[in-house]
């Protein structure tokens, strides 16, 4: 089990609507990236916060954003929620925004919209 | 744009054989990668990693190799246990942390 942590577990929401998905990173990790795994497929990377800074995004509209905490703890939030939002949502932690570091995954957030 | 694909979306390995679990990466400035298994239900678990000057890389039951050349990564399992069953991806990092995953091997094992 790594140390990364994340709230809720599972949540079911309407369209049009707005989540907040939380995490928690790993004891002395500092940089956190927020994925997107659809069924069936491999996780696509939504973003990364690095010292409270957006590090990087990759190709997710504006709906879905993000903060970083000074505990390094992170939310990603979606607005205006679609169909095809709905997946597993996974946060990782590593020690360093600059890459070529470990990613530790969380259990992740399964999200149902409807 | 750039991609990580496998070659096999499925494997099916009786207990005790070695499984090999194969990748194509397309992007040639790619200078880190990473094997992970996922479970079903849980995130994906960190297996090995290897830089981009490395060829091979050994763990506990596991070697991950390497080949530039061709842009190739494959995942090679030692006696394979049930316990291994789940999907496995690779992913590459090319661009400080942003992590590009295929779509990922079902392997199975057989009792």
């Known amino acids: 089990e790594t140390g990364v942590t994340q709230s809720p577990t599972h949540l079911i929401k309407t369209r049009g609507q707005q989540v907040t998905l939380r995490c928690s990173s790993q004891?002395?990790?500092?940089?956190v990236s927020w994925y997107q795994q659809a069924l069936g497929q491999g996780p696509q990377f939504i973003f990364q916060y690095y010292r409270e800074e957006e590090n990087g995004r990759g190709n997710f509209p504006p709906r879905f954003s993000g903060l970083q905490f000074p505990n390094y703890s992170s939310e990603l939030n979606v607005n205006a929620l679609e169909l095809d939002d709905s997946a597993l949502y996974l946060c990782?932690?590593?020690?360093?925004?600059?890459?070529?570091?470990?990613?530790?995954f969380g259990p992740g957030t399964r999200l149902t919209v409807t | 744009g750039e991609s990580v694909g496998l070659h096999l979306p499925t494997l099916s390995v009786q207990e005790g054989d070695n499984s090999i679990i194969n990748c194509a990466y397309s992007?040639?400035?790619?200078?880190?990668f990473i094997w992970y298994k996922q479970e079903s239900g849980k995130g994906p678990q960190f297996i090995i990693d290897?830089?981009?000057?490395?060829d091979k890389r050994q763990g506990q039951r596991v070697t991950v190799l390497l080949n530039k050349t061709v842009k190739h990564l494959s995942l090679q399992i030692a006696a394979t246990q049930p316990g291994d069953s789940a999907v496995y991806f690779c992913?590459?990092?090319?661009?400080?942390?942003?992590?590009?995953f295929g779509q990922g091997t079902e392997l199975s094992v057989k009792p």
């Open positions: 992007n040639s400035a790619s200078d880190y």
């Open positions: 990782a932690s590593s020690f360093s925004g600059t890459g070529g570091f470990e990613q530790y």
């Open positions: 992913a590459e990092d090319n661009q400080g942390g942003k992590l590009i």
């Open positions: 004891s002395g990790h500092n940089t």
């Open positions: 290897i830089r981009s000057n490395m």
